[in-house]
């Protein structure tokens, strides 16, 4: 049995035991995915999907997220003193074996979907919006966040020691002073 999916505006004919190069997805090395988005189970007996084959999915384990061939793209424009460029290009990519294709009961697997985009991040309260500090943007405050830093009263309560041990992000100093006055109200 085999089956032909789409991912990364890519289609792929694919059996199980198969070893694939697709475009990143949001997956750790280990982990069991799922693609959805089946065009055409073939076999004994073939079905083809309008786009899609409702219930079929084909299972995957994610080997490594490794980087494509390095592509050189050279231009060179004619004629005397004329310009070259030389521009390299590295893809990043991720190495999947194919597990199962499933012909029905995609829905109930409970394996987690393929998608080429992370996680998002997880929202901390609107009273704790780091991002109203000064100098803290979306970034700052998901490395803030990874650091173990979520209130403002965390924020207030750093010494310069404690600010100095921090290598997650820089903390300044002003956002203590910032926070201090958040964290009152």
Known sequence: MFAVLKTGGKQYKVHSGD????????????????????????????????PFVEGAAVQAEVIDQIKGEKLIHFVKRRRKHSSKRTKGHRQKLTLIRITEILATGADATGVKVATGKAAPAAKVAASDDLTQLTGVGPAAAVKLNDAGLTSFAQIAALSADDIAGIEAVKVKPEWVEQAKDLAKG
């Open 19 to 50: 070893v694939l190069r697709i475009e990143k997805l949001a997956a750790d090395a280990g982990e069991t995915i799922q693609f959805n988005d089946i065009l055409m189970l073939g076999g004994d007996a073939p079905v083809v999907g309008a």
